[in-house]
Nanobody, 115 residues
Framework: QVQLVESGGGLVQAGGSLRLSCATSRTIFSFNTMGWFRQAPGKQRELVATITRDGSLDYADTVKGRFTISRDNAKNTVYLQMNSLKPEDTAAYYC?????????WGQGTQVTVSS
């Protein structure tokens, strides 16, 4: 069974930074794509950033230039570095992995940005 465990959320002031981590129970190369989604109260879950097996990156327009997705292959961990945080970035952030046998989600970690 695949497990994705997120950490690193918290409360931060606007303009601050946080780094989220997602540790997987399998080698990250077993997944076609890994990424981060977020869901704010009353809103749909939305894509934040993805990284493919070959290292291609993609970002939502709302976070381009502020967020960076990366991975540590040896640690089977994907990161989301979030800089210049805004109150509208407040949401539960979920790690996602897409493999040949399906999609997997972490339990989520809360990010709250105060103004």
């Amino acid at each position: 069974q695949v497990q994705l465990v997120e950490s690193g959320g918290g409360l931060v002031q606007a303009g601050g930074s946080l780094r989220l981590s997602c540790a997987t129970s399998r080698t990250i190369f077993s997944f076609n794509t890994m990424g981060w989604f977020r869901q704010a109260p009353g809103k749909q879950r939305e894509l934040v950033a993805t990284i493919t097996r070959d290292g291609s990156l993609d970002y939502a327009d709302t976070v381009k230039g502020r967020f960076t997705i990366s991975r540590d292959n040896a640690k089977n961990t994907v990161y989301l570095q979030m800089n210049s945080l805004k109150p509208e970035d407040t949401a539960a952030y979920y790690c996602h992995a897409r493999g040949t046998r399906g999609n997997y989600w972490g339990q989520g970690t809360q990010v709250t940005v105060s103004s």
